[in-house]
């Protein structure tokens, strides 16, 4: 590599690639560097400024998300300027809204203490519902960020309950922008903005309508891609569903569609609580739609089929796959010679597998004789 390619940090030579950031060059060698508002796949904004790093020659510390790998330059991520610079952003992020999670408080003497307050704060009173599962609590715990040295703002914004699947608390939303990126940039559904300015700034749907009014289609992506509890999913607020360390996850594929989005299942007790893309996968690469995300009431439903059923003098009783399948042979050998083939159809599915297709088509034409193949949606 020759040496136009190649850029220092901290101390030690690495290659890139043009149109590469410090960061990504960073990340590629194992070197941490703080990120809330960057996100995979969208165009890096360096609203937080928490990957801020010292770049020798510069006026200011630079946003490491946003700013180009250049030839010889000279990186530093770890110096007491910019541990301090992050330390304060995270602060003021801290500070920013109704952040009543134990960061603010570390001070406190007891545990109890910490509860009485986070009771007197007016809608707040419970924990917040993704408390040890947040990015900007990781961070001030890893920034130790103990109290707030500044006068926390008050809650703005009313928590927007009435949505299917999400509820939006902007009262703690940072304004980081990833939930604009997911749904403009990855989803590409243009439901959600930036609205008003200075202190009235707020993540906005179309006339700052509730989302149940607007263009969104509840798909939830920017609620995985939310970084603190801003935007929840309804299920976790009546839950209290801090999924992280709780859950087993089972990786499986999306049954709606042929597309085949690779899937996380979040089991608790043997029952399904959350569901979240695979990251870095195809084809979804951790994006999903709302069926994917939120349709899985099915899988515990009482009123499921678990075994065949036959139809006996007009009642329907549960029976063996042997016996079923019998009774399905016995009536297409019957129907076939009374009446030929194309007297039957077969109808398979696009939310079953290609391989399993296949085999539909295979059995009409090869085994039954007839060209009379179809697919119902439905299924
Ligand atoms: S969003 Fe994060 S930082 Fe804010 S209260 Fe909840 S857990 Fe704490
Ligand atoms: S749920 Fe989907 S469509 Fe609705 S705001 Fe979020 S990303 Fe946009
Ligand atoms: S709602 Fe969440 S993702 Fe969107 S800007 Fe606020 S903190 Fe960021």
Known sequence: MESQDILVIDGNEYAFSPGETILQVARRNGIDIPTLCWMKGASPTGACRVCVVEVEGARSLVASCAAPAAPNMVVRTQTPAVMRARRLNIELLVASGEHNCLVQDLDMDSWTDFQLKAMGAKEHRDLCPVYGNCRLQELAIQYQVRGCRFEPSEGRHEIETVNPFIVRDLSRCILCGRCVQACNEIQVNNAISFGYRGTKAKIVAKGDRALKDSDCVFCGECVQACPVGALVLSQDMESNGRVKGETKLVRTTCSYCGVGCQMYLHVRKGRIVRVTGVEDVGPNFGSLCVKGRFGYDFVHDPGR?????????GALREASWEEALKVVAENLDRIKKADGPDAIGVLAS?????????????FARAVIGTNNVDHCARL
């Open 350 to 362: 696009a939310r079953i597998t290609n391989e399993e297709n296949y085999i539909a088509q295979k």
């Open 305 to 313: 089929l678990k075994t065949p059923l036959i139809r006996d003098n």
